[in-house]
């Protein structure tokens, strides 16, 4: 099979990124994700499937979609419009009639050309200050042949690639994908184990083993750049697990930078678009200025004096 | 929403907006002084003073029988000889246009035919209100009023044209008015001949010209009657300094402050030699401007008198003050902002239905930093930093700065732009240098031609006028935002036949049901649009002529460079080219996507008959919603997507080669240019229901932007959208309005604000203690891609124009909602920054309804 015709399923291509790369990025979300962390801002990545999204406040209330579906989805009573989400069989009809633009189906495959043509057409905004292309999700390791084979084409017509991961992967896979990229984005949500599966489904085992082989990988062939990523919520967050967490990527070979991200609530509305419940508490939203982010800085710095330490997503230098 | 907010948004308009922007909270600016004039300039109310009137009617009752254009110059001679000068403390420059801080002056002899109409409603009308005495009023009615109100150029056109005047004014598909109302608008003075010798230098040229006349010639008695008109109005100028310069003595020698009293000295100084003499520093020099801006404010009846590239040629004054020490850049900047508030002082009026429209009062003055020099340098130096400096600190809405962007502007003026820009206040827009170069290089050269411009002139004068408006400093006169062609509607003609109303109003292309392919459709198009070109071009041609028999204008005429060489005045061709009245296209995003959604539907599809299309549109979608919905469903402009592209770029191309076939009246060919100030919600209440799926009375598209929320792909997409038409075609112009999310390039908090951080190569280090401006925390990331967003469209694809507004989405809705919270809040409409709080909800809403990427 010519390799340019591998499929994946793409939920979202963005042009005109400011994080998670240096430059402007253009960010393909890949849908699927084998973890099922609770404060999930992309929650149309979880599935692998596509799905049906519908937003009720731009429902302008004229039934088209009601009169078109075969399978009763949708249904309009005294407080406006109900989604029943398990019924719908994502033919797609209702997404056509609807003027306000309320619904859409999340997610279709896409070849590789199809993917690689969408990102170069933004190739005269990378070339300005040389931006590229961010693989996100989801779980971009999740299909990680048609990343590698995307990675692979972006390389040789000298794109510059990024890529963020859980690292909840087979290193077989993970080092197919990670030897096309110049950036890797790597999230230690949680050091330790218990928690980590507590909050995110799984054990954390595989990915602290990809994460040294990741960094032994970029020290041998000097490349990819490797930025660890660790979320700070308030919380949930404790001084012993950035200390752990610190001392652990201190020790880690190239000394990767560390990454703070304060945690956000933004993904809140989209959980109702997808028809499923916010499944974490109500949590503060974090700016990189708030104390508790000053404070887990501070704790970093303290014990990985190894690395550089940074805070946000947005003025990433690579 | 409470009653309360409903009731709030109901009155809301500039009368309100003129409430809550009192002088206290406007106390803004980089010295005690700027925040004191920018506290008078916002607590006073606008007025209107008949000064002007009063002359005019005089001179004109004397002078009958004489040459129109003798009358005409006596007119404005007596003008700047007959106007009582203000000062207001801690002003500095000198001149006023009218009685009063925001006075306007009222062109009766322009205007007659609708201030009658609007006279008593001035006053408390929602938007634009001024205030009027009622002396003034009875006397307007009684004295001025009858005898202008045959003798407009309305007027006269109505007893001239040679075709339905209903179909041109205010008609289906076109306009004329702007042109008919503006006699004395749209220029670029030439302040390098006037910074260089002084009004006095052609008031020699003149006098030399006179005593060599040989009146044995028969052309020599026309050209007496000039030089003699031209020699007294260049008096007459003096005389206005003068009368100044007493007043500066008088209140000087009654002053009790100190530093009061030596300004005031100062003052007097400055106006006994200026704008008479050349001038020898930087504070004669920021007065000339002002007082060649303001002579144009006075004798003109339009807006756009444009200060243009005013870092080039105050460059000089502002080096060799430094180098003397008679200068600082804090003073510079301190100049400037007074400069602005100036500009902002001076309102312009429309009438009561128009100021629905383009209210505001602004008048459309532009300034110009960056850009090359006639060799081809990059041209920044530190006051294209400080103009763009001093807008942060005044915030006013006047003038509407603009960077000239070439590859070789540095990047750091470009950021000091986009500083600017995060402000949210709408300033500044970019323009591509070289796409302005080749738009002029074709201006009024027709499909075959070229214009008159060297590139050397181009390099060295060229820059907007009006709102985007191709321009050369000194050397263009003539009127650039002439006609308005609405291609939206001209688009519906092909479903109604050329009717509207059961009366045939634009051209018969026959029953739509007929047209069975795309190119019949296509073409049934093209000849509605270009039917409705032709109507715009009769009108026009016929204002021209009769502006040309009687409404000379002599200080346009001494500002334009070897006119009075060549003894011409400029409405009679004496400008070194001659442009308009041009012809502006409306509407293009609305054509684009009807077009596209018409070719999806019934032609590639094939899922709707143009039967069924014209039926949906006579029923404003009513009972057809399955079919709106496929059409709107359709391909759309702005989204990189050559279905819709491709019709986009065949229309660009045809519309602008129709227009470049029509001649004017004094020989030239005529421009387009894409355009709407804010008429698109206008343009679009006039207009039916569209096949892309609008629905009748709400907003086309505007400018040349993707239709309101069309543009789904992002800013790339809409870029490269764009980016794939050819722009010199629109030789006089285009206007793309754009969105950035402010978030994007600052810190949400606004609480928080950043020190001055580290000083821009070029801009040099303020000392600004007393300044009301803090600068906010910029997010790196943000700000480089937003630059290099408008480094890539323009200097990588040629768009020509570009403006942000990058106020959030949010902050409208809320302004909206809560328009006590945001009296000062300003955003860019289509070519110029305008009040929130003065604009229509109308228009509101569909700034909000534009795309706001990113958000």
């Known amino acids: ?318 | 929403m409470s009653q309360e907010t409903v009731a709030k948004q109901e009155s809301m308009g500039g009368a309100l907006g003129l409430e809550m922007r009192s002088g206290k909270i406007t106390k803004v600016g980089s010295t005690k002084r700027i925040q004191e004039l920018n506290g008078l300039l916002h607590g006073t109310r606008p007025s209107i003073d008949i000064q002007r009137v009063r002359v005019y009617t005089k001179v004109f009752r004397e002078t009958e029988g004489e040459p129109e254009l003798q009358r005409r110059y006596k007119a404005s001679a007596e003008m700047y000889r007959s106007f009582k000068p203000v000062i207001y403390d801690h002003e500095r420059l000198a001149g006023w246009a009218a009685d009063k801080i925001r006075a306007c002056q009222l062109a009766l002899e322009i205007h007659a035919h609708w201030i009658g109409d609007d006279l008593d409603q001035l006053e408390n009308r929602m938007y634009d209100p001024f205030i009027i005495p009622e002396e003034y009023r009875d006397e307007l009615k009684e004295v001025h009023l009858p005898y202008w109100k045959d003798q407009t150029v309305v007027a006269l056109m109505l007893k001239r044209l040679p075709i339905d005047p209903t179909l041109v004014m205010s008609g289906p598909c076109t306009t004329i008015e702007n042109y008919l109302t503006n006699v004395g608008s749209h220029f670029i003075a030439d302040f390098w001949t006037l910074l260089d010798r002084g009004i006095v230098g052609t008031y020699d040229i003149a006098q030399e010209k006179l005593k060599n006349l040989d009146l044995d010639d028969p052309q020599s008695f026309d050209k007496q009657i000039f030089y003699k008109g031209i020699s007294d109005v260049c008096l007459a100028m003096k005389d206005y300094a003068t009368h100044y310069a007493d007043a500066a003595a008088e209140k000087a020698a009654a002053e009790t402050d100190i530093i009061r009293k030596q300004e005031l000295l100062e003052m007097e100084a400055l106006m006994r030699w200026v704008p008479w003499n050349a001038p020898r520093n930087f504070y004669e020099a920021i007065e000339m401007v002002w007082l060649a801006i303001m002579f144009q404010f006075m004798e003109g009846a339009g807006p756009s008198q444009t200060l243009s590239r005013f870092d080039q040629y105050m460059y000089p004054f502002y080096k060799k003050g430094l180098e003397d020490g008679t200068l600082t850049p804090e003073l510079a900047l301190e100049y400037i902002e007074e400069l602005y508030i100036k500009l902002t002082a001076n309102p312009w009026i429309v009438s009561t239905a128009r100021s629905y429209l383009v209210g505001g009062y602004y008048r459309y003055s532009h300034l110009d930093v960056g850009g090359l020099t006639k060799h081809g340098r990059d041209a920044s130096n530190e006051l294209s930093y400080l103009c763009l400096r001093a807008m942060r600190h005044v915030k006013t809405n006047a003038p509407t700065v603009s960077l000239l962007l070439h590859q070789k502007t540095p990047d750091s003026l470009l950021y000091e732009a986009c500083a600017l820009s995060a402000e949210g206040m709408g300033h500044p827009s970019f323009f591509n240098c070289e796409t302005l170069y080749a738009m002029l290089s074709h201006k009024t050269g027709g499909l075959h031609g070229t214009g008159p411009y060297t590139r050397e002139q181009l390099l060295e004068y060229a820059g907007p006028v009006g709102c985007t408006e191709t321009g050369v400093g000194g050397l263009q006169f003539g009127h650039t935002e002439s006609t308005t062609v609405n291609v939206a509607a001209c688009s519906n003609m092909v479903f109604s036949d050329g009717e509207k109303n059961g009366k045939l109003v634009n051209a018969r292309t026959g029953d739509p049901a007929t047209l069975k392919t795309y190119e019949e459709y296509e073409n049934a198009v093209k000849e509605q649009i270009k039917h409705t070109i032709k109507l715009a071009h009769i009108g026009s041609t016929v204002g021209e002529q009769i502006i040309a028999e009687k409404f000379a204008l002599p200080t346009y005429t001494i500002f334009s460079r070897g006119a009075v060489e060549g003894g011409q005045d400029v409405t009679r061709g004496g400008a070194y080219c001659n442009v308009g009245p041009t012809i502006v296209i409306s509407g293009f995003g609305t054509l684009f996507d009807s077009m596209a959604a018409v070719k999806k539907v019934v032609y590639v599809d094939k899922e709707a008959t143009m039967a069924d299309v014209r039926a949906a549109l006579g029923a404003n979608f009513e009972g057809y919603e399955d079919l709106r919905a496929k059409l709107v469903k359709a391909p759309k402009y702005g989204n990189n997507d050559d279905f819709a592209d491709s019709i986009a770029a065949e229309m660009w191309t045809y519309v602008s080669e129709e227009i470049r076939k029509l001649k004017a009246y004094l020989g030239h060919y005529i421009d387009p240019s894409i355009k709407t100030v804010q008429t698109n919600v206008g343009l679009g209440e006039g207009t039916d229901a569209t096949a892309n799926g609008r629905l009748a009375g709400t907003p086309i598209s505007d400018t040349m932007s993707a239709s309101q929320q069309a543009d789904t792909h992002g800013p790339t997409a809409a870029a490269l959208s764009y980016g794939k038409l050819d722009f010199p075609i629109y030789t006089n112009g285009t206007i793309l309005n754009m969105w950035v999310s402010r978030s994007e390039l600052i810190e949400d908090d606004l609480d928080e604000r950043g020190d001055d951080g580290e000083v821009m190569l070029g801009l040099p280090h303020l000392q600004t203690p007393d300044t009301t401006y803090s600068p906010p925390v910029y997010k790196e990331a943000g700000m480089t891609n937003f630059a290099n967003l408008i480094r890539t469209m323009l200097n990588d694809m040629g768009i020509y124009h570009i403006q942000f507004n990058t106020v959030d989405k949010k902050t409208l809705l809320d302004a909206q909602a809560h328009p006590e919270n945001y009296p000062t809040l300003i955003v860019r409409v289509a070519g110029y920054s305008v009040y929130w709080s003065d604009l229509g909800t109308k228009t509101q809403n569909d700034v909000i309804s534009r795309t706001a990427h990113n958000f």
Request: glycine share 6%.
């Open chain 1, 1 to 318: 099979m010519d390799k340019a015709e591998l499929k994946a399923t793409i939920f979202d291509i963005e042009p005109y990124r400011n994080e998670d790369g240096p430059g402007m990025r253009t960010m393909v979300f890949f849908k699927g994700c084998p973890l099922r962390c609770l404060w999930c801002s992309n929650p149309f990545g979880l599935s692998r499937d596509p799905q049906l999204i519908v937003n009720v406040n731009k429902c302008a209330g004229c039934r088209k979609c009601a009169e078109v579906c075969e399978a009763s989805v949708n249904c309009f009573k005294e407080d406006g419009l109900h989604v029943d989400f398990k019924n719908c069989a994502l033919c797609g009809k209702c997404t056509l009639v609807c003027i306000p633009d309320a619904r859409r189906i999340s997610g279709r495959e896409y070849t590789v050309s199809e993917v690689f043509e969408e990102v170069q057409k933004n190739e005269l905004f990378h070339r300005r200050n040389s931006g590229g292309i961010t693989l996100s999700g989801g779980e971009v390791l999740y299909q990680s042949e048609f990343a590698s084979e995307l990675l692979r084409l972006c390389k040789t017509h000298f794109i510059h690639t990024t890529i963020e991961t859980s690292g909840f992967a087979k290193w077989e896979a993970y080092e197919s994908v990670a030897k096309y990229c110049d950036l890797v984005f790597n999230d230690l949500k949680i050091f330790d184990t218990d928690r980590h599966k507590k909050y995110t489904g799984v054990g954390n085992q595989q990915i602290l083993q990809n994460i040294q082989n990741l960094c032994a990988f970029a020290e041998k062939h000097r490349k990819p750049k490797v930025i660890i990523r660790r979320l700070v919520i308030d919380g949930v967050t404790t001084d012993e697990d950035v200390i752990a967490g610190a001392k652990f990527i201190n020790d880690l070979p190239t000394h990767p930078e560390i990454n703070l991200l304060p945690f956000h609530n933004f993904g809140e509305t989209k959980y109702a678009m997808a028809g499923k419940e916010y499944p974490f508490e109500d949590k503060k939203l974090l700016l990189a200025r708030d104390s508790l982010m000053q404070h887990v800085r501070d704790l970093v710095v303290e014990y990985a004096p190894n690395c550089v330490v940074s805070l946000g997503g947005g003025n990433i230098n690579a």
